[in-house]
């Protein structure tokens, strides 16, 4: 089969691959049909996430249909149309029986990210995201194994395409769990930091919950400007604004916003100082989009952080966050939680998150596709792949 691989920093490639066979009693194959290029993705593309190994097959964003099930699924059958989560879990471990996927403890053979693990159990195993978190072979592809498909995959009614879908395996249910996780309900207000597709699906999911004011930070002027006319944002460009946590306190009389929503992460741009230590591995991430969180929200507010970090940030200012008073949740999205109510709320039309879609091309074009959603060109903002 063709798959998309890895062979090093800002080098991926399509390939000829063995196909994937059935391994456990509740494995699927899975015939893709749609996969997405996410921006967790570029982390590896840019070569900044450890343990991955060349010829590992990325994506953790697909659906399709049931080729083949191991004897022991009952969930799905041979023909069904699936989503599937991008994070693997078990369903019945301490973590799962929490409803905490993300924190499964069966699915990663691998150590996790933790650094001061100590003797704590790794999270859960995540499709095509190296081998820190299971190396399990991603979804873009035409087939993939879909392990623990008694808890993923979730079937698709008919009249429901695969754009209006595909989002379910991450971007909506991370957007959507940034804006619980974030408190918000009628009337807050929030500032969301990134207009990437991960924003964009916090900002479709604030205004779902029914937040009053949303301000919406990034540099690309065609993002904000789709932001602003999809999900009504108050637009804040960092190149033209050189603080936008203060243009966003002086907005709202001095206090600051509910809730902030870092959908940046650890790669965020805007400190030249951090972007220097971390190129020489003194700091590990990027504190930009977090300071600016910190100081933007209101005392009692809440921090909410969809945005990948990894390590330590010598800039995080612990104390501003205690004498506001702040409240931080944050992590990998918990997305076999949220797929229902939101394939729901997809099918009577409250949520569309394929209107973000900006290109869609063969499987085979996925190294250009990679290009153009890193580099920004063509004012891309999500990319779709079809086998
Ligand atoms: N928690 C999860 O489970 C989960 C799931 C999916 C993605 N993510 C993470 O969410 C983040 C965003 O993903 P995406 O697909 O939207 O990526 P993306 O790269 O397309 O978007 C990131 C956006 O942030 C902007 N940005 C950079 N520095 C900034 C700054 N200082 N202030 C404001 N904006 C800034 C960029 O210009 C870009 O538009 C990534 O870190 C990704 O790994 C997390
Ligand atoms: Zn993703
Ligand atoms: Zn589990």
């Given at each position: 089969m063709l798959a998309l691989t890895y062979q090093g920093s800002k080098d991926v490639r399509v390939e000829t691959v063995p196909d994937p066979v059935l391994m456990a009693d509740d494995d699927i194959i899975l015939r893709v049909t749609a996969t997405a290029i996410c921006g967790s993705d570029l982390h590896i593309y840019r070569g900044k996430i450890p343990m991955m190994k060349d010829g590992d097959i990325l994506g953790h964003e697909f659906m399709g249909v049931v080729e083949d099930v191991g004897?022991?699924?009952?969930r799905v059958q041979r023909g069904d149309r699936v989503v599937i989560p991008f994070v693997i879990a078990c369903g019945a471990c301490f973590y799962c029986n929490k409803?905490?996927?993300?924190?499964?403890?069966?699915?990663?053979?691998g150590r996790g990210?933790?650094?001061?693990?100590?003797s704590a159990t790794a999270g859960a195993g995540l499709f095509g995201y190296s081998h820190l978190y299971g190396g399990y072979p991603g979804g873009q592809a035409e087939f993939v194994r879909v392990p623990k498909a008694n808890v993923g995959p979730i079937k698709i009614p008919d009249v429901l395409s695969d754009e209006q879908v595909l989002f379910l395996s991450d971007i909506l249910p991370t957007g959507y769990q940034a804006a619980v996780n974030a408190q918000l309900g009628p009337g807050s207000s929030v500032a969301i930091l990134g207009a990437g597709p991960v924003g964009l699906m916090a900002a479709a999911s604030a205004k779902f919950l029914g937040a009053e004011k949303i301000f919406m930070i990034d540099h690309h002027a065609y993002r904000l400007a789709f932001a602003r006319d999809t999900y009504g944002v108050i637009p804040i460009n960092f190149d033209e604004d050189d603080d936008p946590a203060d243009t966003i306190l002086k907005a709202t009389g001095g206090h600051g916003v509910d809730a902030t929503i870092?959908?940046?992460?650890?790669?965020?741009?805007?400190s030249a100082l951090e972007s220097a230590l971390t190129a020489v591995k003194l700091?590990?991430?990027?504190?930009q989009a977090l300071r600016q969180c910190i100081a933007a929200t209101r005392r009692g507010g809440v921090v909410s952080v969809p945005g990948v970090y990894a390590g330590f940030i010598h800039g995080f200012l612990f104390g501003d966050a205690f004498e506001k008073g702040l409240i931080f949740k944050m992590g990998q999205t918990h997305a076999q939680l949220y797929m229902p109510e939101l394939l729901e709320h997809i099918g009577n039309g409250?949520?569309?998150?394929?209107?973000?879609?900006t290109h869609r091309m063969p499987l085979s074009d996925a190294r250009k596709g990679y290009e153009i959603f890193e580099k920004k060109?063509?004012?891309?903002r999500k990319v779709v792949l079809t086998p």
């Open positions: 004897v022991g699924v009952t409803s905490l996927f993300a924190g499964c403890e069966n699915t990663n053979p990210a933790i650094l001061n693990k100590k870092d959908a940046v992460g650890f790669e965020a741009k805007g700091e590990g991430s990027s504190g409250m949520l569309k998150p394929e209107v973000i879609i060109e063509q004012d891309c």
